[in-house]
């Protein structure tokens, strides 16, 4: 049996313990390192030990996920990484599947989730929790009802801005475009919406889960 070689990245202590003991009960898996740090000692942590299946904490001291998963996957493009991780933001879900990350995985999955994740990351398939997957096909839809309404990427980035109690003043500074801009914008957003105030376009998004 060809054992599938792991190295843990996780800053807590006591998850990595038990997520080391875990998958080393396993009878196919190794956990032949473990890292509490990301950044440079990451790199070196993956260098050193040359892992088949890099369990990659999505929250970690000293580096920013999605950069470090980037240059990981291009240094060493035969390591799969696998994230594991207690957030199903659709923003780190997405960021990282995009540089490279094989599997997302989330710690409150059912045990037997991630040694099967691990065995498909080794073979550099991808895998991801129900959850997960449920979060990414939510986001679909989302985008093809506003693509339906006619909203333009601009109008929805402002109208998600609207729900999240911001000023017009608040989305031109955050977007940075002038204030008219934002009016002319959101003019818009109540004619595609069929609304006439703010209010109304707020909660027309949140009843038909826009936003």
Same mark, same amino acid.
């Given at each position: 049996?060809?054992?599938?070689?792991?190295?843990?990245?996780?800053?807590?202590?006591?998850?990595?313990?038990?997520?080391?003991?875990?998958?080393?009960?396993?009878? #196919?898996?190794?956990?032949?390192?473990?890292? /509490?740090?990301?950044?440079?000692? !990451?790199?070196?942590?993956?260098?050193?030990?040359?892992?088949?299946?890099?369990?990659?904490?999505?929250?970690?001291?000293?580096?920013? @996920?999605?950069?470090? /998963?980037? @240059?990981?996957?291009?240094?060493?493009? #035969?390591?799969?990484?696998?994230?594991?991780?207690?957030?199903?933001?659709?923003?780190? @879900?997405?960021? !990282?599947?995009?540089?490279?990350?094989?599997?997302?995985?989330?710690?409150?999955?059912?045990? #037997?989730?991630?040694?099967?994740?691990? $065995?498909?990351?080794?073979?550099?398939?991808?895998? +991801?929790?129900?959850?997960?997957?449920?979060?990414? +096909?939510?986001?679909?839809?989302?985008?093809?009802?506003? #693509?339906? +309404?006619?909203?333009?990427?601009?109008?929805?980035?402002? !109208?998600?801005?609207?729900?999240?109690?911001? $000023? =017009?003043?608040?989305?031109?500074? $955050?977007?940075?475009?002038?204030?008219?801009?934002?009016? =002319?914008?959101? $003019?818009? @957003?109540?004619?595609?919406?069929?609304?006439?105030?703010?209010?109304?376009?707020? !909660?027309?998004?949140? =009843?038909?889960?826009?936003?």
């Amino acid at each position: 049996m060809n054992m599938i070689r792991v190295v843990l990245a996780e800053d807590h202590h006591v998850v990595r313990a038990a997520v080391a003991e875990f998958l080393n009960k396993e009878p #196919d898996m190794q956990v032949v390192g473990q890292v /509490a740090e990301g950044g440079l000692v !990451l790199l070196d942590a993956v260098s050193k030990w040359q892992p088949d299946v890099l369990v990659l904490d999505a929250h970690m001291p000293g580096h920013r @996920i999605v950069e470090t /998963a980037q @240059i990981l996957h291009v240094r060493f493009p #035969d390591v799969h990484i696998l994230v594991l991780s207690a957030y199903d933001r659709q923003e780190y @879900i997405e960021g !990282l599947l995009k540089v490279g990350a094989v599997g997302y995985v989330l710690k409150d999955d059912s045990p #037997d989730t991630l040694p099967q994740a691990v $065995r498909a990351a080794a073979k550099g398939q991808q895998w +991801l929790s129900p959850k997960v997957a449920a979060v990414l +096909l939510r986001n679909v839809r989302h985008e093809s009802e506003l #693509d339906a +309404l006619g909203l333009t990427p601009r109008e929805q980035e402002i !109208l998600k801005l609207m729900a999240a109690g911001c $000023r =017009n003043d608040e989305i031109a500074t $955050r977007l940075v475009i002038s204030q008219q801009t934002v009016k =002319n914008h959101v $003019r818009n @957003i109540y004619g595609k919406l069929g609304v006439e105030t703010r209010v109304e376009a707020v !909660l027309y998004a949140l =009843n038909h889960n826009l936003v």
